[in-house]
Protein backbone atom coordinates (compact mmCIF):
# COMPACT_ATOMS: atom_id res chain seq x y z
CA UNK A 1 0.00 0.00 0.00
CA UNK A 2 1.09 3.35 -1.02
CA UNK A 3 1.69 6.10 2.19
CA UNK A 4 -1.32 8.44 3.48
CA UNK A 5 0.45 11.68 3.23
CA UNK A 6 -1.73 14.93 4.07
CA UNK A 7 -0.24 18.17 2.17
CA UNK A 8 0.20 21.08 4.54
CA UNK A 9 -2.24 23.18 2.07
CA UNK A 10 -4.71 20.19 3.15
CA UNK A 11 -4.99 21.57 7.08
CA UNK A 12 -8.16 21.94 9.26
CA UNK A 13 -6.49 23.12 12.63
CA UNK A 14 -2.95 24.85 11.66
CA UNK A 15 -1.21 22.04 12.67
CA UNK A 16 -3.11 18.71 11.60
CA UNK A 17 -5.28 17.70 8.44
CA UNK A 18 -8.43 18.56 7.17
CA UNK A 19 -10.58 15.75 8.36
CA UNK A 20 -12.71 15.25 5.14
CA UNK A 21 -9.48 14.90 2.71
CA UNK A 22 -7.36 12.63 5.16
CA UNK A 23 -10.10 10.50 4.91
CA UNK A 24 -11.14 10.58 1.46
CA UNK A 25 -7.40 10.20 0.53
CA UNK A 26 -7.13 7.14 2.73
CA UNK A 27 -10.64 6.04 1.33
CA UNK A 28 -9.51 6.21 -2.36
CA UNK A 29 -7.20 3.37 -1.42
CA UNK A 30 -9.87 1.11 -0.78
CA UNK A 31 -12.10 -0.44 -3.59
CA UNK A 32 -15.41 0.24 -2.59
CA UNK A 33 -18.07 2.40 -3.60
CA UNK A 34 -18.97 3.55 0.01
CA UNK A 35 -16.08 3.43 2.40
CA UNK A 36 -16.11 4.65 6.61
CA UNK A 37 -13.12 6.52 8.05
CA UNK A 38 -12.75 6.66 11.65
CA UNK A 39 -10.21 9.56 12.59
CA UNK A 40 -8.00 7.95 15.69
CA UNK A 41 -5.75 11.00 16.17
CA UNK A 42 -4.70 14.30 14.42
CA UNK A 43 -3.83 14.03 11.07
CA UNK A 44 0.20 14.69 10.87
CA UNK A 45 1.00 17.39 7.81
CA UNK A 46 3.19 16.85 5.42
CA UNK A 47 4.35 13.18 6.89
CA UNK A 48 4.14 10.02 4.99
CA UNK A 49 1.97 7.73 6.95
CA UNK A 50 2.77 3.97 6.32
CA UNK A 51 -0.79 2.02 5.36
CA UNK A 52 -1.30 -1.76 6.35
CA UNK A 53 -4.19 -3.87 5.64
CA UNK A 54 -5.30 -6.01 8.64
CA UNK A 55 -8.47 -8.15 8.52
CA UNK A 56 -10.00 -5.81 5.74
CA UNK A 57 -9.19 -2.72 7.41
CA UNK A 58 -6.78 -0.12 5.66
CA UNK A 59 -4.69 1.17 8.56
CA UNK A 60 -2.73 4.78 8.27
CA UNK A 61 -0.44 5.37 11.16
CA UNK A 62 2.42 7.90 12.16
CA UNK A 63 5.33 7.26 14.77
CA UNK A 64 4.05 3.67 15.35
CA UNK A 65 0.49 4.97 16.82
CA UNK A 66 -2.86 4.73 14.44
CA UNK A 67 -4.13 7.90 12.83
CA UNK A 68 -6.88 6.33 11.16
CA UNK A 69 -8.77 3.77 9.86
CA UNK A 70 -10.61 2.80 6.56
CA UNK A 71 -13.36 0.14 5.90
CA UNK A 72 -16.42 -1.12 3.22
CA UNK A 73 -19.45 0.93 4.79
CA UNK A 74 -23.07 0.84 3.35
CA UNK A 75 -24.27 3.95 3.06
CA UNK A 76 -27.91 3.73 1.44
CA UNK A 77 -30.11 6.16 3.24
CA UNK A 78 -31.88 9.45 1.88
CA UNK A 79 -29.58 11.65 0.90
CA UNK A 80 -29.77 15.57 2.35
CA UNK A 81 -32.53 17.32 0.31
CA UNK A 82 -31.11 19.75 -2.53
CA UNK A 83 -30.99 23.16 -2.65
CA UNK A 84 -31.27 25.54 -5.69
CA UNK A 85 -27.96 27.18 -6.10
CA UNK A 86 -29.43 30.65 -6.03
CA UNK A 87 -30.32 29.69 -2.78
CA UNK A 88 -27.27 27.89 -1.63
CA UNK A 89 -25.53 30.87 -2.69
CA UNK A 90 -28.01 33.17 -0.75
CA UNK A 91 -27.20 31.28 2.40
CA UNK A 92 -23.49 32.42 2.38
CA UNK A 93 -24.18 35.65 3.65
CA UNK A 94 -25.77 34.43 6.62
CA UNK A 95 -22.41 31.94 7.05
CA UNK A 96 -21.72 31.62 11.00
CA UNK A 97 -18.04 31.33 10.36
CA UNK A 98 -18.06 35.11 9.24
CA UNK A 99 -18.70 36.31 12.88
CA UNK A 100 -16.54 33.63 14.62
CA UNK A 101 -14.68 30.70 12.88
CA UNK A 102 -13.13 28.16 15.53
CA UNK A 103 -10.58 27.10 12.98
CA UNK A 104 -10.16 29.87 10.42
CA UNK A 105 -7.29 27.88 8.61
CA UNK A 106 -9.55 25.24 7.44
CA UNK A 107 -9.20 24.38 3.84
CA UNK A 108 -12.86 23.36 3.60
CA UNK A 109 -14.92 25.90 5.05
CA UNK A 110 -11.86 28.50 6.86
CA UNK A 111 -12.52 32.33 6.26
CA UNK A 112 -8.40 33.02 6.42
CA UNK A 113 -7.71 30.91 3.39
CA UNK A 114 -7.60 32.20 -0.08
CA UNK A 115 -6.45 28.77 -1.19
CA UNK A 116 -9.08 26.61 0.51
CA UNK A 117 -12.45 25.92 -0.35
CA UNK A 118 -14.25 28.24 1.18
CA UNK A 119 -17.37 25.99 1.11
CA UNK A 120 -19.70 28.96 3.56
CA UNK A 121 -22.48 27.12 4.54
CA UNK A 122 -25.54 29.80 5.71
CA UNK A 123 -29.15 28.56 7.38
CA UNK A 124 -31.63 27.50 4.81
CA UNK A 125 -35.02 25.55 5.37
CA UNK A 126 -34.86 22.79 7.79
CA UNK A 127 -36.10 19.56 6.83
CA UNK A 128 -38.15 16.97 8.53
CA UNK A 129 -37.48 19.45 11.70
CA UNK A 130 -34.03 18.93 11.33
CA UNK A 131 -31.22 21.71 10.74
CA UNK A 132 -30.09 22.59 7.59
CA UNK A 133 -27.10 24.25 5.46
CA UNK A 134 -26.14 24.86 1.96
CA UNK A 135 -23.46 26.70 0.15
CA UNK A 136 -22.19 26.90 -4.07
CA UNK A 137 -18.49 25.49 -4.58
CA UNK A 138 -16.92 25.77 -7.87
CA UNK A 139 -13.62 23.48 -7.95
CA UNK A 140 -10.79 25.28 -9.56
CA UNK A 141 -8.02 23.62 -11.32
CA UNK A 142 -6.13 23.59 -8.42
CA UNK A 143 -7.69 20.53 -6.87
CA UNK A 144 -8.24 18.96 -10.18
CA UNK A 145 -5.41 16.30 -9.68
CA UNK A 146 -7.20 14.94 -6.07
CA UNK A 147 -10.21 15.30 -7.05
CA UNK A 148 -11.64 12.49 -5.28
CA UNK A 149 -10.11 13.43 -1.48
CA UNK A 150 -11.09 17.25 -2.15
CA UNK A 151 -14.79 16.19 -2.80
CA UNK A 152 -14.63 14.29 0.69
CA UNK A 153 -13.42 17.68 2.27
CA UNK A 154 -16.53 19.60 0.59
CA UNK A 155 -19.18 17.14 2.20
CA UNK A 156 -17.12 17.32 5.76
CA UNK A 157 -17.54 20.94 7.43
CA UNK A 158 -21.24 21.43 5.87
CA UNK A 159 -22.13 18.50 8.52
CA UNK A 160 -20.43 20.47 11.08
CA UNK A 161 -22.09 23.55 10.51
CA UNK A 162 -25.11 21.96 10.24
CA UNK A 163 -24.77 20.63 13.62
CA UNK A 164 -23.99 24.00 15.06
CA UNK A 165 -20.17 24.05 15.19
CA UNK A 166 -20.43 27.76 15.57
CA UNK A 167 -21.78 26.69 19.46
CA UNK A 168 -20.20 23.51 20.15
CA UNK A 169 -16.74 22.98 19.38
CA UNK A 170 -16.18 19.70 17.46
CA UNK A 171 -13.99 17.45 15.59
CA UNK A 172 -14.70 14.77 12.87
CA UNK A 173 -14.38 11.72 14.39
CA UNK A 174 -15.60 9.35 11.69
CA UNK A 175 -17.00 10.20 8.46
CA UNK A 176 -18.72 7.54 5.80
CA UNK A 177 -18.90 8.71 1.88
CA UNK A 178 -19.95 7.64 -1.55
CA UNK A 179 -19.01 9.64 -4.67
CA UNK A 180 -20.93 8.33 -7.55
CA UNK A 181 -19.81 11.15 -9.91
CA UNK A 182 -16.87 13.21 -9.15
CA UNK A 183 -17.64 16.88 -9.53
CA UNK A 184 -16.66 19.28 -12.82
CA UNK A 185 -14.05 21.32 -12.13
CA UNK A 186 -15.41 24.94 -12.91
CA UNK A 187 -18.68 24.39 -12.52
CA UNK A 188 -21.32 25.73 -9.63
CA UNK A 189 -22.10 23.00 -7.54
CA UNK A 190 -24.28 22.86 -4.11
CA UNK A 191 -23.01 20.96 -0.98
CA UNK A 192 -25.77 20.55 1.25
CA UNK A 193 -25.40 19.42 5.34
CA UNK A 194 -28.21 18.02 7.99
CA UNK A 195 -27.63 18.40 11.44
CA UNK A 196 -29.80 14.67 13.05
CA UNK A 197 -28.66 14.38 16.52
CA UNK A 198 -26.68 15.15 19.56
CA UNK A 199 -25.82 12.59 22.01
CA UNK A 200 -23.95 13.39 24.99
CA UNK A 201 -20.00 14.75 23.43
CA UNK A 202 -21.83 13.13 19.85
CA UNK A 203 -23.73 14.71 17.01
CA UNK A 204 -24.44 13.32 13.84
CA UNK A 205 -25.18 14.87 10.88
CA UNK A 206 -25.10 14.26 6.84
CA UNK A 207 -24.05 15.75 3.72
CA UNK A 208 -24.73 15.67 0.29
CA UNK A 209 -22.83 17.30 -3.18
CA UNK A 210 -24.86 18.43 -5.96
CA UNK A 211 -24.35 19.58 -9.52
CA UNK A 212 -26.24 23.28 -10.88
CA UNK A 213 -28.73 21.08 -11.93
CA UNK A 214 -29.63 19.44 -9.27
CA UNK A 215 -28.12 15.79 -9.70
CA UNK A 216 -26.59 13.94 -6.46
CA UNK A 217 -23.12 13.48 -6.97
CA UNK A 218 -22.06 12.15 -3.16
CA UNK A 219 -23.41 11.98 0.04
CA UNK A 220 -21.77 11.63 3.22
CA UNK A 221 -23.04 10.87 7.47
CA UNK A 222 -20.44 12.37 9.64
CA UNK A 223 -19.50 11.39 13.72
CA UNK A 224 -18.22 14.32 15.69
CA UNK A 225 -17.01 14.42 19.47
CA UNK A 226 -17.47 18.15 21.19
CA UNK A 227 -13.29 19.16 22.76
CA UNK A 228 -12.36 21.08 25.21
CA UNK A 229 -11.64 24.43 23.06
CA UNK A 230 -8.25 24.64 25.47
CA UNK A 231 -6.96 21.71 23.36
CA UNK A 232 -6.79 24.37 20.26
CA UNK A 233 -6.11 27.76 21.48
Known sequence: ???????????????????GYTAGALAAMVDAPAVSVSL???????????????????????GG???ARAEVADLED???????????????????????????????????R????????????DQDGQARVAATWTPDDSVAGDLA??????????????GDLAERLMVLARMTARIDVLPQVGEEHVVVGLGRRTEGRKTFT?????????????????LWIAVDPAAFA
Not at 81 to 93: F, I, M, Y
Open 149 to 162: AVTWAALDCVGGWA
Open 114 to 125: DDGLRIFPGRVA
Open 40 to 62: LSPPPLDTAMPVEVVDGVSVASA
Open 78 to 112: AAVDPVPVEEARTAEASYAGLGSHPFPTCFSCGTA
Open 1 to 19: MPDLLVPRRFCGPPSSGNG
Open 65 to 67: APV
Open 206 to 222: AAALYDGSGRLLGRAEH
